[in-house]
């Protein structure tokens, strides 16, 4: 239990600083796909879990641009977790006919 207090610990100060991070450096506002039931918990969310979250996605953003990996190889591992947590290829296809 301890290290899963330390883990949330260490995760929350990361996510501070990158909030802080955000707010100093300059940013800028980009569209992303997502199903709908994402968004609308996205959009249910108090405005300060939204901000958690998108500093999140920037941070994972910026390590995926800076690290060199090509898209196909991050395209691969998505795929792979993706699949490990049960999605199918009829699953998805319906994900992505429903816009």
């Keep these: 239990m301890i290290g899963l207090v330390r883990h949330d610990h ?3 100060l990361v ?6 991070q955000n707010m100093i450096m300059e940013t800028e506002v980009i ?3 997502v199903d709908a039931e994402t968004a609308k918990t996205f959009r249910s969310l108090p405005e300060e879990d939204r901000r958690k979250l998108e500093a999140l ?3 994972r953003l910026s390590e995926v641009t800076r690290s060199g990996e090509s898209l196909d ?3 691969q591992e998505i795929s ?3 699949k ?5 290829p009829e699953i998805l296809k319906s994900l ?3 816009e």
């Design 73 to 75: 190889a991050v395209m």
């Design 31 to 33: 569209n992303i796909r």
């Design 15 to 20: 996510l501070e600083c990158s909030l802080l």
């Design 57 to 59: 996605l920037s941070i």
């Design 80 to 82: 792979e977790k993706a």
């Design 96 to 98: 992505l006919d429903e």
């Design 84 to 88: 490990a947590r049960g999605l199918t």
């Design 10 to 12: 260490v995760c929350r």
